[in-house]
C-alpha cells in the first residue's frame, strides 16, 4: 500500500478545491448567458400585447379580487397548509361565516313593567339576548324567555340603528318565539337560512353568534358535543333532541344562532349547564328541524297547532298516589276526560271520586287511569307528557300506556287540536 506524507495530502486537496471553483464558474457563465437571450426573445413578445388585452386583464384582476373579498374561504391553496393569505383553512371559514353571517344577528332588549311599594306601576329595563332575522321583511327568530313579560321590545341591528318590534307568536314548549319590525324602505335586510339538524354529526365544527354580556355579535367556536339531549328549560318543559356544543354560550346568547361551516342556521342556542352562571363548556341549542316546524305555525297562526289527547291530565305526586292507593307515584293521572271525544272512544279512563288539590282548593277525580308512555316516550311528569305530544299534529295516533287497576294497558288514541 502507498503512502503519502501530510505535506502531500494537503496539496492534492488544495488542488481539487480550485478546480471545483472553476468548474462551478464555468457553469453559471454559460447559464446566464442562456437566460439574457431567453429574456430577449420574450421581451420581445411582450411587446407586441395590445392596449385592449391590457384592459382585459385588468378587468379580469378586478373581478378575481371581488370574488376573492366575497369569499375567504378559496385563499386557501391546493395543498391544505398555510394559504398565501396567511389564514389556514379553518380561520378562512370562520371569516366566510361571520361574513356572511354576523349582520343578520341582532341584539335584543326588552323593558318590563314593575311596580313600587306602593303598587304604582314603572317601567324599568328587562332582559337582554340574540335574535336571527330569518325573513327580508324584519321577522327576528329568539327564545321566548329572552323577551318574557316584555312591555317594548326594541332589536339593535348591526349598524347600531335600532327600532321597536312586536311578538308574532310564542312557543313554551320549544321555547321559540318570532318577533318582526318594520325596517325602512330601501333597507335590504341579510338573513340566515335553516341548516338540517338531523345530519349532524358528534364532533362537528359549529359556530355560534351572539351577543354575550352585551358585546354585540361576538364569534364562538365549538364542535357538536352530543345530540339528541332531553333538556328541560326554564318553562318547565323538556325539550326533545337538543344539540350539546361546547362553543362558547354564555348570558346574552340566547336566541342566536348556532351555524355550521356553511353558514345555515342548524340551531337556536338556548340554554347552558353551569355552576357559575357562566360558560362551562356545555351549552344546548333548540335543533333547527323544531326551529322550522315551530316558526311556520307562528307566523301563520301566531302559536303552534299542536296534537293533544281530549282529557285534563294532573301531574301525579306521591301524596295523591297514597290517597289514591296507587301502585305507582310517577306519571300523568286523567282527571277527567271528554265526553264523546277521541279518548273516551279509544277506552281511556278518567276518575270518579271527587278530591281537593292544591293550594287553592280545587277539584280533582282519581281513580281513573294514569299515562305512563306515549309513543315509546316514559311518562313520568307533565313536562315528559307535553314533550311527547311537541311533534304531534291533530288527527295523529299515538300509542298510549296507562296504568290501571295495577295492570298496564295500551290504548290506541287520535289527537284532537290543542
Same mark, same amino acid.
Given at each position: 500500500?502507498?503512502?503519502?506524507s501530510?505535506?502531500?495530502l494537503?496539496?492534492?486537496?488544495?488542488?481539487?478545491?480550485?478546480?471545483?471553483?472553476?468548474?462551478?464558474?464555468?457553469?453559471?457563465v454559460?447559464?446566464?448567458?442562456?437566460?439574457?437571450?431567453?429574456?430577449?426573445?420574450?421581451?420581445?413578445?411582450?411587446?407586441?400585447?395590445?392596449?385592449?388585452?391590457?384592459?382585459?386583464t385588468?378587468?379580469s384582476?378586478e373581478?378575481?379580487?371581488?370574488?376573492?373579498?366575497?369569499?375567504?374561504?378559496?385563499?386557501i391553496?391546493?395543498?391544505?397548509?398555510t394559504?398565501?393569505?396567511?389564514?389556514?383553512?379553518?380561520?378562512?371559514?370562520?371569516?366566510?361565516?361571520?361574513?356572511?353571517?354576523?349582520?343578520?344577528?341582532?341584539?335584543?332588549?326588552?323593558?318590563?313593567?314593575?311596580?313600587?311599594?306602593?303598587?304604582?306601576?314603572?317601567?324599568?329595563?328587562?332582559?337582554?339576548?340574540?335574535?336571527?332575522?330569518?325573513?327580508?321583511?324584519?321577522?327576528?327568530?329568539?327564545?321566548?324567555?329572552v323577551?318574557?313579560?316584555? +312591555?317594548?321590545?326594541?332589536?339593535?341591528?348591526?349598524?347600531?340603528?335600532?327600532?321597536?318590534?312586536e311578538?308574532v307568536?310564542?312557543?313554551?314548549?320549544?321555547?321559540?318565539?318570532?318577533?318582526?319590525? +318594520?325596517p325602512?324602505?330601501?333597507m335590504?335586510?341579510k338573513?340566515?337560512?335553516?341548516?338540517?339538524?338531523?345530519?349532524?354529526k358528534v364532533?362537528q365544527?359549529?359556530i355560534?353568534?351572539?351577543?354575550?354580556?352585551?358585546?354585540?355579535r361576538?364569534?364562538?367556536t365549538?364542535?357538536?358535543?352530543?345530540?339528541?339531549?332531553p333538556?328541560?328549560?326554564?318553562?318547565?318543559?323538556?325539550?326533545?333532541?337538543?344539540?350539546?356544543?361546547?362553543?362558547a354560550?354564555?348570558?346574552?346568547?340566547s336566541?342566536?344562532?348556532?351555524?355550521?361551516?356553511?353558514g345555515?342556521?342548524?340551531?337556536?342556542?338556548?340554554?347552558?349547564?353551569?355552576?357559575?352562571?357562566s360558560?362551562?363548556g356545555?351549552?344546548?341549542?333548540?335543533?333547527?328541524?323544531?326551529?322550522?316546524?315551530?316558526?311556520?305555525?307562528?307566523?301563520?297562526?301566531?302559536?303552534v297547532?299542536r296534537g293533544?289527547?281530549?282529557?285534563t291530565?294532573i301531574?301525579l305526586?306521591?301524596?295523591?298516589?297514597?290517597?289514591?292507593?296507587?301502585?305507582i307515584?310517577?306519571?300523568v293521572?286523567?282527571?277527567?276526560?271528554?265526553?264523546?271525544?277521541?279518548a273516551e272512544?279509544?277506552?281511556?279512563?278518567?276518575?270518579?271520586?271527587?278530591?281537593?288539590?292544591?293550594?287553592?282548593?280545587?277539584?280533582i277525580?282519581?281513580?281513573?287511569d294514569?299515562?305512563?308512555q306515549?309513543?315509546?316516550?316514559?311518562?313520568?311528569?307533565?313536562?315528559?307528557?307535553?314533550s311527547?305530544?311537541?311533534?304531534?299534529?291533530?288527527?295523529d295516533?299515538?300509542?298510549?300506556?296507562?296504568?290501571?287497576?295495577?295492570?298496564?294497558?295500551?290504548?290506541?288514541?287520535?289527537?284532537?287540536?290543542?
Amino acid at each position: 500500500m502507498k503512502l503519502y506524507s501530510h505535506a502531500q495530502l494537503l496539496k492534492t486537496t488544495l488542488i481539487c478545491v480550485v478546480a471545483a471553483v472553476l468548474l462551478t464558474a464555468a457553469i453559471c457563465v454559460n447559464i446566464s448567458k442562456n437566460k439574457q437571450s431567453s429574456n430577449t426573445g420574450e421581451n420581445s413578445e411582450i411587446t407586441e400585447v395590445t392596449s385592449s388585452e391590457s384592459t382585459e386583464t385588468a378587468s379580469s384582476l378586478e373581478e378575481t379580487v371581488g370574488f376573492l373579498e366575497q369569499n375567504p374561504a378559496s385563499f386557501i391553496s391546493v395543498t391544505g397548509g398555510t394559504a398565501n393569505s396567511g389564514y389556514t383553512q379553518e380561520e378562512a371559514q370562520n371569516i366566510n361565516v361571520y361574513s356572511l353571517c354576523n349582520e343578520a344577528v341582532v341584539n335584543i332588549n326588552t323593558q318590563v313593567t314593575a311596580y313600587d311599594w306602593f303598587l304604582q306601576p314603572y317601567v324599568q329595563d328587562g332582559g337582554s339576548g340574540s335574535g336571527s332575522i330569518i325573513d327580508k321583511r324584519g321577522y327576528i327568530l329568539t327564545n321566548v324567555h329572552v323577551i318574557a313579560d316584555a +312591555t317594548k321590545i326594541y332589536v339593535s341591528l348591526f349598524d347600531g340603528t335600532q327600532y321597536e318590534a312586536e311578538v308574532v307568536g310564542t312557543d313554551q314548549d320549544s321555547d321559540l318565539a318570532v318577533i318582526k319590525f +318594520t325596517p325602512p324602505a330601501g333597507m335590504e335586510l341579510k338573513t340566515i337560512a335553516f341548516g338540517d339538524s338531523s345530519s349532524l354529526k358528534v364532533g362537528q365544527r359549529v359556530i355560534a353568534i351572539g351577543n354575550p354580556f352585551g358585546l354585540e355579535r361576538t364569534m364562538t367556536t365549538g364542535i357538536v358535543s352530543g345530540l339528541g339531549r332531553p333538556i328541560q328549560n326554564s318553562n318547565n318543559r323538556i325539550i326533545r333532541d337538543m344539540v350539546q356544543t361546547d362553543a362558547a354560550i354564555n348570558p346574552g346568547n340566547s336566541g342566536g344562532p348556532l351555524l355550521d361551516t356553511n353558514g345555515k342556521m342548524i340551531g337556536i342556542n338556548t340554554m347552558i349547564q353551569s355552576s357559575s352562571g357562566s360558560s362551562a363548556g356545555v351549552g344546548f341549542a333548540v335543533p333547527s328541524t323544531t326551529a322550522v316546524r315551530v316558526v311556520a305555525d307562528l307566523i301563520k297562526y301566531g302559536k303552534v297547532h299542536r296534537g293533544t289527547i281530549d282529557a285534563t291530565v294532573i301531574q301525579l305526586s306521591r301524596r295523591i298516589a297514597q290517597y289514591a292507593g296507587l301502585d305507582i307515584a310517577s306519571g300523568v293521572l286523567i282527571s277527567e276526560v271528554a265526553k264523546g271525544g277521541n279518548a273516551e272512544s279509544a277506552g281511556l279512563r278518567g276518575g270518579t271520586e271527587a278530591a281537593y288539590y292544591g293550594s287553592r282548593r280545587d277539584i280533582i277525580y282519581i281513580g281513573g287511569d294514569v299515562i305512563t308512555q306515549i309513543d315509546n316516550i316514559a311518562v313520568t311528569s307533565l313536562a315528559d307528557y307535553y314533550s311527547a305530544l311537541e311533534s304531534k299534529k291533530a288527527g295523529d295516533v299515538v300509542t298510549v300506556v296507562v296504568r290501571r287497576n295495577r295492570k298496564n294497558v295500551t290504548l290506541r288514541i287520535k289527537l284532537v287540536e290543542s
